[in-house]
């Protein structure tokens, strides 16, 4: 369970590998006691450096990292306190399950009796503790993987690292082991500190997200906030699905302002970027927040602000259906926009009388629409 004990801090911290380039971009963060936060973005924002930085495998070109207030910048990653678990779990072949997990112990110089009752209870808590005789190649590898976060957690470290520890499992045992991995953490009350580019793999496990693009935070929320209310249009497009649309700002009023569509529509939304009247604007919004209206002209009704609270409408063309078990995506195309998706619950509307072609329009509350300068 978090806690407002802060248990890591980065504070202006930079990297660079040639001098020149900074893949980490002064860093600012806060990692409290007891919390699962997840560094979350694409191959090369930095996500990795910054887990790498903070377990002393790389060190940081400038600023300062700090462990319960200690300055870690220098300090090798054997006196860190800190587990690691790797993305190919970085067993040793020639050691059995028990020798796997006691190895850090004996790094350490703990008594016989000490480690074997540590490597006991680390097993017998992942639910490995019958396969202690058994070597790397004869286990599976969620098998592997319960072994190497064994081994991340034998020493009692202070916080675990993951470095995209479930990347290399196939979908179903990977979906399995992300609860599990949620439920041993919800268990211990350890920090946990993961890192993956997989954004549901990020909703399902985490308490906060941190998204990185390009060496900077974009945004660091709990997981409903960055999913409901991302922060500009990187984060929108990143996290789940996301429609845009493409227009000029022409009119303000409050926290609303009112798009106008390349084609002429005009549509209202909430103004994130705080944008003045005249500047060219992307919107976004979930497909699930769309839904089918009667009819298929829409636009002009909506040109009003003081209707901003109403529901948006666009007309558009069927593309296609695709079936995804618990609701259909429909293929929209709006003219010229992005195509659009809309989720459709199974059940909620007689799908055999929509095809490809069939004008629809679809419809929208104002609040959910995020317009991103």
Known sequence: MRTDEVIVSFREVRKTYDGETLVVKGLNLDIY?????????????????????????????????RLDGRLLNSVPPHKRNIGMVFQNY????????????????????MSVTERAARVADALKMVRMDSFTKRYPAQLSGGQQQRIALARALVFEPRLVLMD??????????????????????????????????????????????AVFDKGVVQQLDTVNRLYESPCNEFVANFIGDSNRLRGTIDD?????????????????????????????????????????????DGGAS??????????????????GLIYFGDHVRMRCAVPQQDECLVKIPLGAEALETFAPGVSVALEFAAEHLRVFA
Do not use: W
Not at 45 to 57: R, V
Not at 258 to 280: M, Q
Not at 302 to 314: E, I, K, P
């Open 90 to 109: 970085a067993l040793f072949p020639h050691m059995t399950v028990a020798q796997n997990v006691e190895y850090p112990l004996t790094v350490r110089a």
């Open 33 to 65: 006691q007891g919390e699962f936060l997840t560094l979350l973005g694409p191959s090369g924002s930095g996500k990795t450096t910054c887990l790498m930085m903070l377990a002393g495998f790389e060190f940081p070109t400038g600023g300062e990292i």
């Open 302 to 319: 909506n040109s009003s602000m003081n209707g901003r609270h109403g529901a948006n409408t666009l007309a558009s063309e069927i593309r």
């Open 164 to 209: 995209e520890p479930l990347g290399a499992l196939d979908k179903q045992l990977r979906e399995h082991m992300q609860y599990e991995l949620k439920a041993l953490h919800d268990k211990l009350g350890l920090t946990f500190v993961y890192v993956t580019h997989d954004q549901g793999e990020a909703l399902t496990m985490s308490d906060r997200v």
């Open 252 to 296: 303000i009023d409050g926290e609303f302002c009112r798009l106008r569509l390349h084609d002429g529509t005009h549509v209202v939304g909430r103004n994130i970027a705080d944008a003045r009247v005249g500047t060219p604007a992307v919107a976004c919004i979930r497909p699930e927040r769309l839904r089918l209206a009667a009819g298929a």
